[in-house]
């Protein structure tokens, strides 16, 4: 019962941001001329980055709290690169997919350096994993940025939705499916962090891994 009521949960919560996401980026897309557009779309994006660091537990047991905080500094991060390209940059998606690669990059050897510095270096891989993972979390979610900037210079705007919404499902769909063989291996997971706290975690994961796909859109001139 548990198991159905965290998995109805997360879908809802899924759901539910999806819609507002889409909403108020194709809100911001139909004045995409009023200066405070870009601010909304920034405002969005780093609540999401608060989701994502605040809400997500930690998937390995084993694991320091650490990957948090680094999907909270990689996540504000993407923000302000977003910020930036949006208001200095002739080609925000251009700009802002070159500063991921630098930034996930910067990443891995980050996570590597914490895992160095660890005095008990148990479950590495598993703790190394858990940290650019989350990190990636917090940095695509600052992507979603670009969506209302995305939107308004789209030439097929539903299909652009469209896109945004299948990608969504498929992220989603995957996401349960590793849900599934997490809480097969570690059902201690869910009964530690709560299922309430789990399913939010789960539907703000899911949601940040689709925040690079505006910057994609965009460059494609869609």
């Not at 914490?114 to 992507?143: K, Y």
């Not at 705007?157 to 599934?180: H, I, K, N």
């Not at 201690?188 to 994609?216: D, F, I, Q, R, Y």
Request: proline content about 4%; charged content about 10%.
């Amino acid at each position: 019962m548990s198991a159905k009521k965290n998995r109805g949960l997360s879908d809802v919560a899924w759901s539910v941001g999806l819609i507002l996401l889409l909403t108020l980026s194709a809100m911001a897309a139909s004045h995409s001329t009023a200066p405070s557009v870009h601010i909304v779309n920034l405002f969005v994006a780093a609540v999401l980055v608060m989701l994502v660091a605040g809400c997500s537990p930690v998937l390995e047991v084993h694991t320091p709290k650490a990957p948090r905080w680094f999907a909270l500094l990689w996540g504000l991060a993407s923000c302000v690169c977003s910020a930036w390209a949006l208001a200095a940059s002739p080609n925000p998606a251009r700009s802002w997919l070159a500063e991921s690669l630098a930034a996930l990059t910067t990443l891995v050897v980050a996570a590597f350096g914490f895992e160095m510095v660890r005095r008990q270096r148990t479950h590495l891989i598993s703790s190394l994993g858990v940290v650019c993972s989350m990190g990636v979390a917090g940095w695509l979610s600052g992507g979603w940025a670009l969506a209302s900037a995305s939107l308004s210079t789209s030439r097929h705007l539903v299909l652009s939705l469209l896109v945004l919404t299948v990608v969504a499902v498929a992220v989603r769909a995957a996401f349960g499916t590793a849900e599934q063989q997490l809480l097969q291996r570690c059902p201690e997971v869910t009964s530690s962090v709560g299922t309430g706290k789990w399913a939010l975690a789960s539907a703000a994961l899911s949601l940040a891994a689709v925040g690079a796909v505006p910057a994609m859109l965009m460059l494609l001139g869609w």
